[in-house]
């Protein structure tokens, strides 16, 4: 649902990249009942399976043999996440104000600056031997829910000019969370056959793990997300915002102002009246602090750590804590019990200009 956010009837959806676009919006009262949309982006392959957009009934099978791996050596971005939005409303109060109320949930997996070696060995699941210096990390999951107040106001409507803000406050239930870093890792593969069952040696590793309540990944469903929403299941907890501006130019802004049976001059908001549009917002400031059914392992410096066929196979959301923690020997790491997850704070900028008729270009 990125683009029909960025559309000006989208209502509490353009309020998740800008709180200001509730102000002088196109709807008077707006009720949200459910939304959902899902994403899962990569940099470093190109999926050539047989399903794709112009063959949905095609199987999708994410295997090594479907996936072109791109070329470079740049660090490579993942990201996988679902939303759920609703319920909520939105009420333009009079010409100048308005305000929404609405709720969230969002589950992601995001890796940031992975090296290009280090996806290749992992999708080859490390059957190709070698040794890979200068690896690096950063894996993190988040499941939370949001209930959110967002209230929208003109600043400046004189001319051809017209200015408004708005800004979102968010009060954070966080179902739970994990992340591994590595800012430096060195790695061996065996070779096929060798004659040791180590699979990876781990010859030097800098890094960070820690996880809290990892089972919130297992079963996600609307029941499931209904009980953070009420603050069950939730170990942790925080405080977000986001805040924006919306500046329109105008220059036949008087052609949309009328005067009502009473005298009193009204503007239609039912009409988009600018010629173009630059809207600025910082999106998910703030984070969730994690205190209950938390582990965290945040100094990690080890050395010469083999790994075996058995605790590479198989890891996925079920085991990772526990496979994790067996490959890096964590009993003997220190290790603490709270930790704070940043929420994906993000600039966001959108340009919108009105070619004529019905037809504008956008660009976020």
Known sequence: MFNPSHSNFAGLGGAIWNPATIAD????????????DGHATNTAYRYTGPWSLKSPSEDFELESRYL?????????LVSVGVNA????????????HSIAVST?????????????ELIRNAVDEFENGGRFTDNKLNLNMNAFAEWNLTYGRV???????FLKTGITVKRLMGAGSAYLQAKSMDLEVAAPNAASDTTVRIRNLDGAFGYSNPRAFDDLDTEEGGRWLRGQNTPGSGWGADIGFVYEYRPDGDRYRYRDAKGAEKVDHGRNKYRYRLAVAITDIGGIRYRDQTVAYNEIKTANLGVSNDEVNGIDLDNFDERIERILRAQDLSKDTKFVAGLA???NVDFDYHVGAKFTLTQP
């Open 68 to 76: 072109q791996q791109r070329t470079g050596d740049r660090p490579n």
């Open 85 to 96: 939005r609703g319920p909520g409303l939105l009420l333009r109060l009079n010409s100048k």
């Open 345 to 347: 704070t993000a600039l």
């Open 104 to 116: 969230r949930v969002r589950a992601a997996l995001q890796g940031n600056n992975v090296s290009q």
């Open 25 to 36: 919006n196109r709807y008077s009262v707006q009720l949200e009942l459910l939304a959902v």
């Open 155 to 161: 600043v400046f409507d004189e001319g051809p000019h």
